[in-house]
């Protein structure tokens, strides 16, 4: 069979740089809105994390560790004492990554919201007809 396009011809994959980090490097170990993986959901982890902290753990997380960070060692503790891999990701990515997070936990919330709504408008769950 000889193929009817080649690569070159082939349409551009339209993803943004922080989908493509957080899939290939993060999706693993981490969902956002969708519960714990291997490490935590990270839905609404801006919110729960200092700016600093969050953007050193992306960036040496092993050395928070090693380091006795409080918040790393609690990490590590609860998920199965599975290290966070160092990704090396630069501090432009580490700031695309904390906007990408931000973008998705307010997602979430909407959704959620929009959940809560449609649950209280109809609490029993009936459908009318």
């Keep these: 069979m000889v193929p009817t396009s080649s690569y070159p011809q082939a349409a551009p994959i339209n993803i943004s740089k922080a989908k493509f980090i957080f899939e290939s490097r ?10 714990d993986r291997i490490g935590p959901d990270l839905a609404g982890v801006i919110e729960r994390r200092d700016s600093a902290w969050l953007q050193r753990y992306l960036q040496e ?3 928070m560790l090693a380091e006795g960070d409080p918040i790393a060692r609690t990490l590590f503790e609860k998920y199965r004492k ?4 160092n990704l090396n990701l630069g501090t432009d990515d580490v700031s695309t990554m904390a906007s990408y997070l931000t973008e998705q936990s307010n997602e979430v919330s909407v959704k959620t919201r929009a959940q809560q709504s449609a649950a209280q408008a109809n609490p029993e769950g009936r459908h009318h007809h």
């Design 61 to 63: 997380p092993e050395k």
């Design 26 to 35: 993060c999706a693993s170990r981490h969902t956002i809105g969708n519960g």
């Design 82 to 85: 599975v290290n966070m891999p």
